[in-house]
């Protein structure tokens, strides 16, 4: 009796497994966006960079640290008011260089071959520019917006989409006298969907350092023992 009742609904019990299987065959399929380890941000907090003999002041995250830089590109900075921005937990760090506006003088920058070039205004200006458009063949977009804080600093600010090496860049200056470039850096290889959220909350203390920014008075003087 058992067995009769098993040949019956066989043939139902195969229709029904084929079915499900053609279906599932032409369904539609939609793959899953990839995931990242979740991040928890501190909360943003800041404190003062005033070092006696530095030509600016600015406040910065309790998270970063600062410290001086002693070479860039194998060479030596043209000034000691060269600084690093490090953020060890998330492998980042702002690179904070300064040069004096000037005549074609002794303060000119020295290039490779020897001689002395000025560090005019719109040539340190065109300088920020070429350094910035040299990720164009990594980068979907370049956005350049004016800035101007509420201590009357004035600057451009450069958002580089895409995967460049960095997504984010700035320079400030009062066109006569002070120059100061920045620019976000990662330690890991540039993705723009696994670094945004970590870019986004640093864009924060970037535009925190901005609007806190003010220039030294009186005029810099090289930090004691340099």
Known sequence: MKLNTLKLFSPAVVLLFVSGLFYSCNSVYTPKRRGYFKIDFPPHQYQLFNQKGYPYTFEYPVYASIVQDTSFFEARPENPWWINID?????????????????????????????????????LREDAYKMTFKHTYKASSIDDSVIRTPGGISGIFFKVGGNAATAQQFYLTDTTKHFLR??????????????????????????????TFHWASPSPQPPEGK
């Open 87 to 123: 953020f060890p937990r998330f492998n980042a760090r702002i690179y904070i260089s300064y040069k004096e506006i000037g005549p074609p003088t002794d303060q000119g920058a020295v290039g490779q071959s020897g001689s002395k070039a000025p560090n005019t205004f719109d040539k």
């Open 182 to 211: 920045g620019a976000l850096y990662f330690d890991v290889a540039p993705n723009e969907d696994s670094l945004g959220i970590v870019n986004r909350f640093l864009q924060a203390d970037m535009m925190h350092l901005i609007n």
